[in-house]
């Protein structure tokens, strides 16, 4: 949101330099505001380009050099695609060319308006995003000095290549990348110290280290002669949420091409896995959820007090039901419900809304513990409007995979290969996997293959398009109940 706005000023200062260089009036009505600086085009055409050139990735240790660098790039193939759009609508201003006012090279730049605000958009594009991913960048590692905004990283590895790692991003403190301890390479180790942080242990003891002392992040930085041993260590990091980031101990121009690979001073970094919701990426869709919230809240509010009276006149027990869930990086959370079950008189055997959760199985159709009103607002997903709440104080977001109870997480991180993903973005109130009809008692394993396909395919337009679809296939479907 912070670059649309760095958008649509560049586009009202190009706007306003035109129209005082050829003496016209401002309109008198807001919407050609709108129209003449060319807003409505600049912002979404930037903002599409600037997913494309993956200013939205999260890059700690990218240069801002390169930020930058692909600022400009971005910004040039927004003013071409803004000039190929005003022409695909027919917009009667790009074929209005005044007289000349001399012969000489590029006259038409200087006295056709539309082409003047054009080259100048080109110019206050890069320079008003660029200032202010600039000023961010800035404010970002003031906080980090601070010891804000930090990541805490443990590094696997504790021979020359891993303790090159440590040093490097000790000495490069702008990222906010902060090593917390090491993990030995080897399988034991009796070793309590290396760069005065503490080993943790050895790779043998890796799924105890990393469940007794969590981490953001860990970095592989094993020797080329342990390369054999990779795959496994993959295969034990895909149990837990954590972004999983690899040192080759190579040089660059000889990893494989479809990897992301970033230097830090030189160093090699190969981005084999991370939370696609970091970074700016992140702080836009956390943007988008703040706004949809309130809207949903206005909106579905007067529904809400009539669910509410209705569930207390016609059964005993509290309206909201409060279960406990696990969100982005395996936080727990309380999340909201409507209650839609009876509650038994011995509170031993309470069989609240979801009371099913309390054992292996979920509702299935037809349960007689689900009341008549509540099997009427789990078919219309009414019973999750609460969730908006959730979604405004951050403990979910609009979309992204359902939330599970801990004890199915724990269960399903040894069953599952590559489960634990899910929990590298927070839990929403829809999804893909929901959209397409996954809901209910339906296939896990296919309910996995949708979150992981949003998981690595992860846009805000994705966001978008499945928040515009769970208003026609999300609330109504006859797997729930």
């Known amino acids: 949101m912070l670059d649309a706005g760095a958008i ?3 586009a009202f200062v190009a706007w306003t330099i035109r129209l005082k260089r050829f003496d016209q009036p401002f309109p008198s009505q807001w919407e050609e505001f709108l129209k003449d600086s060319l807003i409505l085009f600049a912002v979404p055409i930037a903002i599409l380009s600037m997913v494309f050139f993956k200013l939205y990735k999260p890059r700690r240790d990218q240069a801002i050099t390169d930020e930058l660098g692909q600022v400009f790039k971005a910004s040039f193939v927004s003013v071409m695609m803004i000039i190929v759009a005003l022409w695909a609508v027919g917009s009667s201003r790009i074929n209005a060319v005044g007289p000349p006012q001399a012969v000489y090279p590029g006259w038409r730049l200087a006295t056709d308006p539309l082409r003047f605000q054009l080259v100048l958009l080109a110019v206050m594009l890069p320079i008003f995003v660029g200032s202010f ?3 961010l960048r800035l404010a970002l590692r003031s906080m980090r ?4 905004n930090m990541r805490h990283v443990a590094i696997l590895g504790v021979g020359r290549l891993g303790q090159i790692t440590a040093r490097t991003l000790t000495r490069n403190s702008w990222t906010g990348i902060g090593v917390t301890y090491f993990i030995s390479h080897h399988e034991h180790t009796s070793r309590t110290k290396c760069l005065n942080l503490d080993i943790a242990g050895g790779v043998g003891e890796l799924e105890s280290i990393l469940e007794n002392k969590p981490i953001d992040a860990i970095y592989l930085a094993i020797p080329s002669a342990m390369s054999a041993q990779l795959p496994i260590i993959l295969r034990r990091l895909e149990r837990f949420a954590v972004d999983v980031r690899i040192v080759p101990d190579v040089h660059p121009r000889y990893l494989p091409q479809n990897m992301v690979v970033s ?3 030189g160093m090699p970094i ?5 939370s ?3 970074g700016m990426g992140g702080f836009f869709k956390r943007g988008i959820d703040i706004v949809g919230a309130c809207v949903g809240l206005i909106l579905f509010m007067p529904v809400m007090i009539a669910v509410a009276i209705a569930i207390r006149l016609t059964s005993s027990g509290p309206v909201i039901f409060k279960q406990q869930r696990v969100s982005l990086g395996g936080d727990t959370f309380k999340i909201w419900k409507f209650r839609t079950m009876y509650i038994a008189d011995d509170q031993s055997e309470d069989l609240g809304d979801d009371a099913d959760d309390a054992t292996t199985a979920w509702t299935s159709k037809g349960d007689p513990r689900i009341t008549r009103l509540g099997h009427w607002l789990r078919v219309t997903s009414l019973d999750e409007l609460p969730q908006l709440f959730n979604v405004l104080i951050g403990d979910m977001a609009l979309v992204g995979p359902r939330p599970e109870r801990p004890e199915l997480i724990d269960r399903f991180r ?7 993903l899910r929990q590298q973005v927070k839990a929403g109130m829809t999804g893909w996997a929901q959209v397409n009809g996954l809901r209910g008692d339906t296939s896990l394993r296919k309910r996995l293959q949708y979150d992981l396909f949003y998981i690595r395919n992860w846009t805000v337009w994705f966001d ?4 515009v679809l769970t208003i026609f296939r999300g609330f109504i479907h006859r797997n729930a109940h």
């Open 8 to 10: 649509a000023t560049s």
């Open 133 to 135: 991913r600039f000023t």
């Open 145 to 148: 000095r601070r010891g804000w």
């Open 263 to 265: 230097e830090l001073e």
């Open 270 to 274: 190969l981005s084999y896995r991370e």
């Open 276 to 278: 696609p919701m970091a």
């Open 414 to 420: 040894e069953d599952w290969r590559g489960y634990m």
């Open 464 to 467: 978008m398009r499945i928040l």
